[in-house]
């Protein structure tokens, strides 16, 4: 991917982390003092430690499942060395055998700031799901 398109590129590097269940990697797209709402178990996370004990947890908590990520719409703003981006992510619960067992749909948007190394790091994460009537909506 162009450096013009710093949120693309992340999202192709996420996917692969999270296939791998492989928390380094997916650790790596994360500034240290990342902050990330999730829509998942707590309000927020403070710091790459943080996420990295949600992500060590979530990744072992799959046996031998594997989870693939979709990306859809991805719209995204660029400048010099900061970006934000919004898509629609679908995550898909695999078998060892590549079955597909479940999937959610989230609404993802992320702040990018590029480090002075030239790398571009997720600064913040927000996640969500509608709610509709009380309930969660999960599946586009």
């Not at 400048?79 to 590549?98: I, N, P, Q, R």
Request: with cysteine; proline share 2%.
């Amino acid at each position: 991917m162009s450096s013009h398109e710093p949120i693309t590129e992340l999202s192709e590097r996420f996917k692969a982390a999270v296939h791998a269940k492989d928390v380094e990697a997916f650790i790596a797209l994360y500034d240290k003092d990342v902050r990330v709402f999730d829509s998942w178990e707590r309000w927020a996370y403070q710091g790459a430690d943080e996420w990295r004990g949600m992500a060590a947890e979530w990744f072992s908590s799959l046996g031998s499942e594997k989870v693939a990520v979709e990306f859809h719409d991805i719209q995204e703003v660029s400048e010099e060395s900061v970006a934000c981006g919004h898509a629609f992510v679908t995550f898909k619960g695999l078998s060892a055998d590549g079955g597909e067992l479940r999937k959610i749909d989230n609404r993802l948007t992320w702040l990018l700031r590029k480090t002075p190394e030239g790398e571009w790091k997720i600064i913040h994460e927000h996640t969500s799901a509608p709610v509709v009537a009380g309930k969660i909506i999960l599946q586009r």
